[in-house]
């Protein structure tokens, strides 16, 4: 079923803009959602590689065809294989020349982001990273850098001399980063947020950040809490939110004969997510089939895909 553009902020856009949304064309809000890439993307796509160059009204709005669209979706499918922005334009034209061996901006980015948390250096932590949100879309940025980055360094603070301070400089940094990403965003919106807690007993979880970020970036409101809630207090907030779905995450073992009364009178959607999933799997998966619409997943790339796929943001 085909689903209807909003037109309702276009109608100082002119005739022609309109004209052209009759008759098949759609206005870069309407790709952003089809595809997952924002608007900002799309535009430096166009202006710095020439990746995606669609027509324009005498206005100068941009208009894209479905060949556009599919387009766009190749460019993903290179990104997720690893492939850099700025190579993607030749293997477009001459798909054969691709080889593992091209080069990709994803190990040179990692580097100075790693390089820049062991310096403490927030400016350039924040310059590198803003400059790859502009060019690529969050779950790719997710998959090919910041998961990646996140992996290293746990690897890098087993026994190291400043591990906790680079970890507390860096685990600061992403919440303060992508907390404000999330506000901003949810000022614009006005649907039930996604409801997502914190339920380890370490601050600061990253994996919970992104998530949030990742769901945040689909147009879904997101409220974060921080540390967890006790029982009966989370239908509460539940309530107060209307929220659409719970999100729980744990990097650590949970006490699960606590689960039932905890998710007690929340009869939205719920999710465990984290490493907890792992340690605690075999239970996990009977408690699927006792608690209604309960799931799991285990980081932020599958709790993003799980939501898509079951059309809950």
Not at 96 to 116: H, K, R, S
Not at 148 to 167: D, K, N, V, Y
Not at 207 to 218: D, G, K, N, Q, V
Not at 223 to 243: I, K, N, R, T, Y
């Amino acid at each position: 079923m085909k689903t209807p553009i909003d037109t309702s902020a276009q109608e100082d856009l002119g005739d022609d803009f309109k004209k052209a949304l009759d008759e098949g064309w759609l206005p870069i809000r309407e790709v952003a959602r089809q595809t997952g890439v924002n608007a900002v993307t799309l535009r430096a796509w166009e202006r710095r590689y020439g990746l995606i160059v669609p027509q324009r009204t005498p206005k100068g709005h941009r208009l894209f065809s479905a060949e556009h669209v599919q387009r766009i979706m190749t460019i993903l499918t290179w990104l997720n294989r690893g492939v850099a922005v700025s190579q993607v334009k030749q293997l477009l034209d001459t798909p054969q020349a691709f080889t593992e061996a091209i080069e990709n901006d994803w190990q040179v980015l990692g580097q100075t982001l790693l390089q820049a948390v062991t310096q403490l250096n927030e400016r350039t932590l924040d310059d590198t990273v803003n400059q790859a949100m502009a060019l690529y879309p969050p779950r790719t940025l997710c998959e090919q850098l910041l998961m990646p980055l996140l992996a290293e360094l746990e690897q890098r603070w087993q026994g190291q001399f400043g591990a906790q301070m680079e970890r507390v400089f860096f685990f600061s940094w992403l919440r303060s980063k992508f907390g404000a990403r999330i506000y901003h965003n949810n000022r614009q919106l006005r649907t039930a947020p996604w409801l997502l807690i914190n339920h380890s007993d370490l601050p600061l979880e990253p994996h919970l950040w992104l998530t949030a970020w990742l769901i945040s970036s689909a147009d879904c409101p997101v409220e974060v809490f921080d540390w967890p809630l006790p029982a009966g207090e989370l239908s509460l907030a539940v309530d107060h939110l209307q929220a659409r779905g719970v999100l729980l995450f744990s990097s650590k073992a949970m006490n699960l004969s606590h689960l039932p009364k905890l998710l007690n009178g929340v009869s939205c959607p719920k999710i465990i997510a984290g490493p907890t999933v792992c340690i605690h799997h075999a239970e996990l998966s009977v408690r699927t089939s006792e608690i209604a619409d309960l799931f799991l997943v285990e980081d932020p790339l599958s709790a993003h895909q799980e939501l898509v796929k079951r059309g809950l943001i």
